[in-house]
């Protein structure tokens, strides 16, 4: 019933107004800091609790995770070998230290089956050793007390389970899992167990002990594609710095010991490895060398004899050379070739001078003088001749001159000039003779020059093709046997520049789960799970809560607030202020006694309508105390149900409802007729009698405003309990007579869209003076109007007794 009412109030609400400009109060459409926090401190309980769960959970993380470790080295990779440090990777066409410094190929070296192969053989990873703990299982490694060696025939028993009890330190239980059939039998120590599909042997070690007994071992035959994802998925390597040919190697597992035994036997295959690599790389270079040289000792031979059968049909070495020789020889030759040509020009022209009998012009000229180039025949004996010719002709002349040619001494002297010239002319001729002759022998010998000279491009092409292939097998051969020596060197100097920078440790404490990033997690989860509850209680809070709530959501007065009333539980609103006078939620009515007159004079009669929004919001509680407290103040007064719909107030003071309002306004009963009287002998009540058809009809009806003005010469304060004016028109008709209409509202129960409804009444009936009160509030609803009743009368002036409360009663309100 109570929800139907809210739905019909809400859509009221929503369609009241038609074309009247409403103005709305948004002030509470933003962030509400008090019911924030409130709904924040009420809340406070569940956040404890979410956090308190959230920090259980990162317990129960820890307790049934098994912790993951982790161990890590450094290395710093850096290939060298002394062949490359000599030079012999430019031979090759290549750098022996290819990938020296490509990390990613050291990585996947590591991270490949040739390491994982030699882990296999290294360590023990084919059978794993567990023993059952309370919770988890152990790994032991390297501690378990007995060995299994096997031999696997039915490859479905690898990776399978074989649980172990000891007996005793040599007395076992072992059963597994094949062929959907489990299989136990008992066996001692070193007694062979075999079956057709498997043959194993255990046996003790040195950490066999009495404390085996009793407790669940069991072990697992791992084949080798278990082992290798398990290494592949535990290994991790990287590079730190790129720069420096740096990289870390790192495994996790659950066991630390294992991890850690299995980086370092990593780092050692490593090493191994790569020096395996390095030495074969060398031998096959080696081996690749003698080829070479033996190859290019083949071909220069080739070369070398073709080069000499063109030397011995050339006789020359040096083609080129021989253009040189050749072109300076026909200069030579040339330079001859005039020289005797002038020699024979100059023999001609003196044996002219000797035929003329003219060889100087006067006696005091010498030969030399007449004949310059007598000089350059370099024959004395020429000169000398002609000399003797000169000086016998000068003198015949001289003596010619003195005798007859006649006489003895001229003929004498003519007969030797007739000799020695007859001498000079012969050997001028000799001479001559010999000069043509050499001269004829040097132009041979220029045009053989000349042939040879044709010859020479070809030879020297003949020539430099020979001498290409002999020169690049005479310097490939050289290299080799050199680049074969040093290379010698690398055969035993082959190193890897491998240095541990850090050494794989035994991990301290875990990777995962890390306590304190686990509990921090939960904590944060607490948090935020206990954050969004307060912020769902938040959003979800559409009810009003507190006096801030209500000034701000109305523009009505505050009369004040009424306490929960929790001293004892109330099926229907009863007087309880008679009973306990100096009780909280007295004085809270007293507070708004008070108040009233500041609003009305309480020396004039008084007619208060007392109404709300919807059934179950205390306005019959609030009329019945109200109405009591004003009583015990010495006024007169009376109380109408006038909610004769659902009438109340002759439940408040257990009464019957046969008669009442109704009653008197159909003219069944007068007044005084109707009158009850309670336990204040100034409060009486009328009821609001049986329920009529038409409520608002007897309303209008003047017979009520008569049946008012009888009560005024009686009372001095008329309290009427209206129907809802949310739900019915009944309560406006009688809020527009009062003198003071009061609309009572409840904490933690009306709707904050009531309130809108209150500003509506107002804006529509102008009801100036219409109040409101907060009823059933907390503690937290009473700020700004506590002080009202209780400030000044001390600790303790209160005299209800307030029941214990057990702690899950305490907790239940506190949740609730």
């Given at each position: 019933?109570?929800?139907?009412?809210?739905?019909?109030?809400?859509?009221?609400?929503?369609?009241?107004?038609?074309?009247?400009?409403?103005?709305?109060?948004?002030?509470?459409?933003?962030?509400d800091?008090?019911t924030?926090?409130?709904?924040?401190?009420?809340?406070?309980p569940?956040?404890?609790?979410?956090?308190?769960?959230?920090?259980?959970?990162?317990?129960?993380?820890?307790?049934?995770t098994?912790?993951?470790?982790?161990?890590?080295?450094?290395?710093?990779?850096?290939?060298k070998?002394?062949?490359?440090?000599l030079?012999?990777?430019?031979?090759?066409?290549?750098?022996?230290?290819?990938?020296?410094?490509?990390?990613?190929?050291?990585?996947?070296?590591?991270?490949?089956?040739?390491?994982?192969?030699?882990?296999?053989?290294?360590?023990?990873?084919?059978?794993?050793?567990?023993?059952?703990?309370?919770?988890?299982e152990?790994?032991?490694?390297?501690l378990?007390?007995?060995?299994?060696?096997?031999?696997?025939?039915?490859?479905?028993?690898y990776?399978?389970?074989?649980?172990?009890?000891?007996?005793?330190?040599?007395?076992?239980?072992?059963?597994?899992?094949?062929?959907?059939?489990?299989?136990?039998a008992?066996?001692?120590?070193?007694?062979?167990?075999?079956?057709?599909?498997?043959?194993?042997?255990?046996?003790?070690t040195?950490?066999?002990?009495e404390?085996?007994?009793?407790k669940?071992?069991?072990?697992?035959?791992n084949?080798?594609?278990?082992?290798?994802?398990y290494l592949?998925?535990?290994?991790?390597?990287?590079v730190i710095?790129?720069?420096?040919?740096?990289?870390?190697?790192?495994f996790?597992?659950?066991?630390?010991?294992?991890?850690?035994?299995?980086?370092?036997?990593?780092?050692?295959?490593?090493?191994?490895?790569?020096?395996?690599?390095?030495?074969?790389?060398?031998?096959?270079?080696?081996?690749?060398l003698e080829?070479?040289?033996?190859?290019?000792?083949?071909?220069?031979?080739?070369?070398?004899?073709?080069l000499?059968?063109?030397?011995?049909?050339?006789?020359?070495?040096?083609?080129?050379?021989?253009?040189?020789?050749?072109?300076?020889?026909?200069?030579?030759?040339?330079?001859?070739?005039?020289?005797?040509?002038?020699?024979?020009?100059?023999l001609?022209?003196?044996?002219?001078?000797?035929d003329?009998?003219?060889?100087?012009?006067?006696?005091?000229?010498?030969?030399?003088?007449?004949?310059?180039?007598?000089?350059?025949?370099?024959?004395?004996?020429?000169?000398?001749?002609?000399?003797r010719?000169?000086?016998?002709?000068?003198?015949?002349?001289?003596?010619?001159?003195?005798?007859?040619?006649?006489?003895?001494?001229?003929?004498?002297?003519?007969?030797?000039?007739?000799?020695?010239?007859?001498?000079?002319?012969?050997?001028?001729?000799?001479?001559?003779?010999?000069?043509?002759?050499?001269?004829?022998?040097?132009?041979?010998?220029?045009?053989?020059l000349r042939?040879?000279l044709?010859?020479?491009p070809?030879?020297?092409t003949?020539?430099?093709?020979?001498?290409?292939?002999?020169?690049?097998?005479?310097?490939?051969?050289?290299?080799?046997?050199?680049?074969?020596?040093?290379?010698?060197?690398?055969?035993?100097?082959?190193?890897?520049?491998?240095?541990?920078?850090?050494?794989?440790?035994g991990?301290?404490?875990?990777?995962?789960?890390?306590?304190?990033?686990?509990?921090?997690?939960?904590?944060?989860?607490?948090?935020?799970?206990?954050?969004?509850?307060?912020?769902?209680?938040?959003?979800?809070?559409?009810?009003?809560t507190?006096?801030?709530?209500?000034?701000?959501?109305?523009?009505?007065?505050?009369?004040?607030?009424?306490?929960?009333?929790?001293?004892?539980?109330?099926?229907?609103?009863?007087?309880?202020?008679?009973?306990?006078?100096?009780?909280?939620?007295?004085?809270?009515?007293?507070?708004?006694?008070?108040?009233?007159?500041?609003?009305?004079?309480?020396?004039?009669?008084?007619?208060?309508s007392?109404?709300?929004?919807v059934?179950?919001?205390?306005?019959?509680?609030?009329?019945?105390?109200?109405?009591?407290?004003?009583?015990?103040?010495?006024?007169?007064v009376?109380?109408?149900?006038?909610?004769?719909?659902?009438?109340?107030?002759?439940?408040?003071?257990?009464?019957?409802?046969?008669k009442?309002?109704?009653?008197?306004?159909?003219?069944?009963?007068?007044?005084?007729?109707?009158?009850?009287?309670?336990s204040?002998?100034s409060?009486?009540?009328?009821?609001?009698?049986?329920?009529?058809?038409?409520?608002?009809?007897?309303?209008?009806?003047?017979?009520?405003?008569?049946?008012?003005a009888?009560?005024?010469?009686?009372?001095?304060?008329?309290?009427?309990?209206?129907?809802?004016?949310?739900?019915v028109?009944?309560?406006?008709?009688?809020?527009?007579?009062?003198?003071?209409?009061?609309?009572?509202?409840?904490a933690?129960?009306?709707?904050?869209?009531?309130?809108?409804?209150?500003?509506?009444?107002?804006?529509?009936?102008?009801?100036?003076?219409?109040?409101?009160?907060?009823?059933?509030?907390?503690?937290?609803?009473?700020?700004?109007?506590?002080?009202?009743?209780?400030?000044?009368?001390?600790?303790?002036?209160?005299?209800?007794?307030?029941p214990?409360?057990?702690?899950?009663?305490?907790?239940?309100?506190?949740?609730s």
């Amino acid at each position: 019933m109570a929800v139907n009412e809210n739905t019909e109030l809400e859509e009221l609400i929503r369609n009241a107004g038609g074309s009247e400009a409403e103005v709305e109060d948004d002030d509470g459409a933003g962030l509400d800091l008090v019911t924030l926090l409130l709904v924040a401190r009420r809340s406070l309980p569940w956040v404890v609790l979410l956090i308190m769960l959230g920090l259980t959970g990162s317990w129960l993380y820890l307790r049934y995770t098994k912790p993951i470790y982790q161990s890590s080295s450094i290395l710093k990779i850096d290939e060298k070998t002394e062949a490359s440090a000599l030079g012999l990777g430019s031979v090759l066409g290549g750098d022996l230290r290819q990938g020296g410094n490509k990390l990613s190929g050291e990585i996947e070296l590591i991270k490949s089956n040739i390491i994982y192969e030699h882990l296999k053989d290294s360590l023990a990873l084919d059978v794993n050793y567990y023993v059952e703990g309370t919770v988890l299982e152990n790994e032991l490694y390297g501690l378990s007390p007995f060995k299994v060696m096997y031999k696997i025939k039915d490859g479905s028993l690898y990776n399978k389970r074989f649980d172990l009890t000891f007996s005793s330190t040599q007395q076992f239980r072992i059963s597994y899992q094949y062929q959907g059939q489990e299989i136990s039998a008992d066996y001692r120590l070193g007694q062979p167990i075999v079956t057709p599909a498997m043959e194993l042997l255990l046996t003790s070690t040195s950490w066999m002990s009495e404390g085996v007994v009793g407790k669940k071992y069991f072990f697992i035959v791992n084949d080798g594609g278990s082992i290798s994802n398990y290494l592949n998925k535990g290994l991790n390597v990287q590079v730190i710095n790129p720069d420096a040919n740096t990289i870390q190697i790192s495994f996790t597992d659950f066991n630390p010991s294992k991890a850690q035994a299995i980086v370092n036997k990593i780092d050692t295959v490593y090493l191994q490895e790569k020096l395996a690599q390095k030495q074969e790389a060398t031998q096959r270079q080696l081996k690749f060398l003698e080829t070479q040289i033996i190859e290019n000792k083949d071909s220069l031979q080739d070369a070398e004899k073709d080069l000499e059968e063109f030397t011995s049909r050339t006789r020359t070495y040096d083609v080129r050379g021989n253009l040189t020789n050749i072109s300076d020889k026909l200069i030579a030759q040339e330079k001859a070739r005039l020289e005797l040509q002038q020699q024979i020009e100059l023999l001609d022209e003196i044996a002219a001078l000797v035929d003329q009998n003219q060889l100087t012009l006067n006696e005091e000229t010498s030969i030399s003088e007449s004949i310059p180039g007598l000089k350059r025949l370099g024959d004395e004996q020429v000169a000398q001749q002609i000399a003797r010719l000169n000086d016998l002709q000068w003198n015949l002349r001289r003596v010619s001159r003195s005798y007859q040619p006649t006489t003895f001494t001229v003929q004498q002297l003519q007969a030797d000039v007739n000799l020695v010239k007859n001498s000079t002319q012969r050997l001028l001729q000799q001479n001559r003779r010999l000069l043509v002759q050499q001269l004829n022998e040097t132009g041979i010998e220029q045009d053989k020059l000349r042939a040879e000279l044709q010859q020479i491009p070809g030879l020297a092409t003949q020539q430099t093709r020979l001498q290409r292939p002999f020169e690049l097998y005479q310097k490939t051969y050289t290299m080799l046997v050199e680049k074969k020596m040093d290379f010698g060197m690398a055969i035993a100097g082959t190193t890897v520049d491998f240095q541990i920078l850090s050494p794989a440790s035994g991990p301290g404490a875990p990777i995962a789960p890390v306590r304190m990033v686990v509990y921090a997690i939960g904590l944060a989860a607490g948090i935020v799970l206990g954050l969004a509850v307060i912020a769902v209680r938040y959003f979800m809070h559409n009810t009003v809560t507190s006096v801030r709530e209500l000034e701000r959501a109305t523009t009505a007065s505050v009369l004040g607030v009424i306490p929960t009333y929790d001293k004892e539980k109330m099926s229907v609103s009863r007087l309880v202020v008679d009973k306990n006078p100096k009780s909280a939620i007295s004085e809270s009515i007293r507070s708004i006694r008070t108040n009233l007159d500041f609003i009305s004079s309480a020396k004039k009669k008084r007619l208060i309508s007392v109404t709300s929004t919807v059934s179950g919001e205390g306005k019959t509680f609030v009329t019945v105390n109200l109405g009591g407290i004003v009583a015990l103040s010495g006024q007169r007064v009376v109380i109408l149900d006038l909610d004769m719909r659902k009438p109340k107030v002759n439940l408040a003071f257990g009464t019957e409802n046969v008669k009442g309002v109704s009653t008197i306004l159909i003219d069944k009963h007068s007044v005084q007729e109707c009158i009850q009287h309670t336990s204040i002998p100034s409060l009486d009540f009328i009821s609001a009698g049986p329920t009529p058809p038409n409520p608002s009809e007897l309303i209008l009806n003047a017979r009520f405003d008569e049946m008012l003005a009888e009560l005024y010469q009686q009372y001095d304060v008329i309290l009427i309990d209206t129907p809802p004016v949310g739900l019915v028109t009944d309560g406006i008709l009688i809020m527009r007579k009062a003198d003071i209409p009061i609309y009572i509202v409840r904490a933690n129960y009306s709707k904050k869209t009531f309130l809108k409804n209150i500003n509506k009444i107002i804006r529509a009936n102008n009801f100036t003076r219409l109040s409101t009160i907060l009823n059933d509030a907390q503690a937290s609803g009473l700020y700004g109007y506590g002080y009202g009743y209780g400030y000044g009368y001390g600790q303790g002036y209160y005299d209800e007794a307030v029941p214990d409360k057990s702690l899950v009663q305490r907790l239940r309100k506190q949740f609730s």
